[in-house]
């Protein structure tokens, strides 16, 4: 029967190569499984290319109102499918949006950079397209708007809408003219389309009428829960809302009051559609908690409304200062020279510390590599969520940080190994003790890179927390693999006579030690 030593030092052996062979099982069952599934690091602007919007409030914004904002336009930019955009705030009062790797950049500008200020007006009536500032009679952009001319109004009477299942549209209603009176009247300019004023606005461009004098909104986006874009059994596309519970009761008050009439659809002062309530029926029904909204919407508009209606307001309106189309080359030339330098810097540290601590130089090698195919598979992963900045020129410059202090590890681990040689210990004595000592260093070291990482993370804006977010993961895994990988492993080789005893590339011969078998 094997002594209780005897089987206390098989189990912690069995141990060391359980973790040896974990580590090296998760971090290339990592990489090998992002690989096949097609998976890459989410490239940031300077390396994917695409747009940079630099936004502003037309007036001064709460913090809390920015916040919102970039909220929402997270929602936005994510909403479209793309990846690897970003929304922050820069200075007091300017936003910044980033969407690399993008080919439709003006959709995007678009759809990002709307109000999306909804509302649901009430159609006075309807006004032929200005005449122009310079034309005779025009008014001013600040006269006041006149009430609609007898005739003109689009109430329940005048429009006469009446349902016929014979007629195309399941209705027939009155032409009722349009107010040639406001012909001479420019649109309400956005920023004085406010919701409780009397406003004059345009359709869609190629709509008819073009123009509609509304009502103070009665419904704003705030009403509405979801919203997609969907395609009629006609072949016209709709956009089908879904309504809270308190949007739902204003909504179907509005509907009944302007049952048999139109209400306009205004979005950020265009009007998106101009439908008559239920022309269809008789007599007014609830909508319950659903509307569809529809018109003369491209694929394009009914999507970009719908997604301007699902992501919600804006708290605050933006102007864009600067709008700036990043191309890729210049990022992926500097990219590519400093990865060479990077990896001829690196390839003269490993052959130097190969020929400096023979096979524990190897250690070295096999933890670099092991922490490689980890860091890739992790940076894949989190590309595909919004946990983690875009992989750019910063991030990895955070990387290339990282190596240096992850050989630091190493060296002093070795190092410490040599101390407690030339203090007349064995190898297979030394690897225990040096390590409890090196540690202790390691993780100090590890510990306030990682604590500096994090208050730049915190307080810096931009590409600089990209640096710091890999520096600090790079970090994290430094501690992780100096523990469960390097330890086990040099521990494991140094009990092993042969393997230290090796004549030109033992440890012993790497430590400086003078070769002998251990007693």
């Given at each position: 029967m094997s002594p209780p030593s005897s089987r206390a030092s098989s189990r912690r052996q069995r141990s060391l190569i359980i973790s040896v062979v974990l580590v090296v099982v998760i971090s290339f069952g990592s990489l090998a499984a992002v690989l096949l599934a097609g998976w890459s690091p989410r490239l940031g602007l300077d390396l994917a290319g695409g747009l940079e919007v630099v936004y502003q409030p037309t007036t001064t914004a709460?913090?809390?109102?920015?916040?919102?904002?970039?909220?929402?336009?997270?929602n936005r930019v994510n909403g479209l499918?793309?990846?690897?955009?970003?929304?922050?705030?820069?200075?007091?009062?300017?936003i910044v949006v980033t969407v690399p790797g993008i080919k439709n950049s003006r959709e995007v500008l678009a759809s990002?950079?709307?109000?999306?200020?909804?509302?649901?007006?009430?159609a006075l009536c309807s006004a032929p397209a200005f005449v122009g500032s310079s034309a005779k009679g025009a008014q001013p952009a600040t006269a006041t708007?006149?009430?609609?001319?007898?005739?003109?109004?689009?109430?329940?009477?005048?429009?006469?809408v009446t349902p016929d299942a014979n007629s195309a549209n399941g209705f027939v209603a009155n032409n009722v003219p349009a107010d040639t009176n406001l012909a001479s009247y420019p649109s309400t300019a956005p920023a004085d389309d406010a919701a409780p004023k009397t406003v004059l606005l345009p359709q869609l461009a190629g709509s008819s009428p073009p123009r509609y004098l509304l009502g103070p909104a009665q419904m704003t986006g705030h009403s509405v829960k979801t919203a997609y874009a969907t395609q009629l059994q006609t072949g016209a596309w709709a956009?089908?809302?879904?309504?809270?519970?308190?949007?739902s009761v204003i909504w179907n008050n509005l509907a009944e009051a302007s049952f048999h009439e139109i209400v306009a659809i205004e979005l950020d002062g265009v009007i998106q559609s101009a439908p008559i309530t239920q022309p269809t029926q008789s007599t007014f029904t609830s909508f319950g908690n659903s509307i569809e909204i529809s018109g003369s919407l491209t694929q394009a508009e009914a999507q970009q409304l719908a997604l301007a209606m699902q992501y919600g307001s804006l708290p605050v309106r933006l102007k864009a200062l600067t709008t700036t189309t990043v191309s890729p080359s210049l990022g992926k030339a500097s990219l590519q020279a400093g990865l060479w330098a990077g990896l001829a810097g690196l390839a003269l540290v490993l052959l130097y510390v190969i020929l400096y601590y023979r096979l524990l130089g190897l250690v070295v090698v096999s933890g670099l590599a092991v922490t490689a195919a980890l860091l890739y598979a992790i940076i894949s992963a989190l590309g595909h969520t919004t946990l983690a900045p875009s992989f750019n020129l910063a991030?990895?410059?955070?990387?290339?940080?990282?190596?240096?202090?992850?050989?630091?590890?190493?060296?002093?681990?070795?190092?410490?190994?040599?101390d407690e040689t030339r203090a007349g210990r064995t190898v297979r004595t030394s690897v225990d003790r040096?390590?409890?000592?090196?540690?202790?260093?390691?993780?100090?070291?590890?510990?306030?890179?990682?604590?500096a990482a994090v208050v730049l993370y915190l307080i810096a804006l931009g590409d600089v927390r990209g640096f710091a977010?890999?520096?600090?993961?790079?970090?994290?895994?430094?501690?992780?693999?100096?523990?469960?990988?390097?330890?086990?492993?040099?521990?494991?080789?140094?009990?092993?006579?042969?393997?230290?005893?090796?004549?030109?590339?033992?440890?012993?011969?790497?430590?400086?030690?003078?070769?002998?078998?251990?007693?």
């Open positions: 709460s913090q809390a109102d920015l916040n919102e904002t970039v909220a929402i336009l997270n499918g793309v990846s690897g955009a970003e929304v922050s705030t820069q200075g007091a009062q300017q990002i950079g709307q109000t999306a200020q909804l509302l649901f007006r009430p708007l006149p009430a609609c001319s007898s005739g003109t109004e689009l109430t329940k009477a005048n429009l006469g956009v089908v809302a879904t309504l809270t519970g308190p949007g991030g990895v410059t955070g990387l290339i940080v990282s190596i240096g202090i992850t050989v630091d590890s190493y060296i002093v681990y070795f190092e410490r190994l040599k040096g390590f409890a000592s090196a540690w202790r260093t390691v993780l100090a070291a590890d510990l306030v890179s990682l604590a977010f890999f520096l600090g993961l790079s970090t994290l895994m430094d501690i992780f693999i100096t523990y469960f990988y390097t330890r086990p492993l040099v521990i494991l080789l140094g009990r092993n006579e042969r393997i230290t005893e090796a004549k030109n590339f033992g440890i012993a011969r790497g430590l400086a030690m003078e070769s002998k078998v251990p007693a």
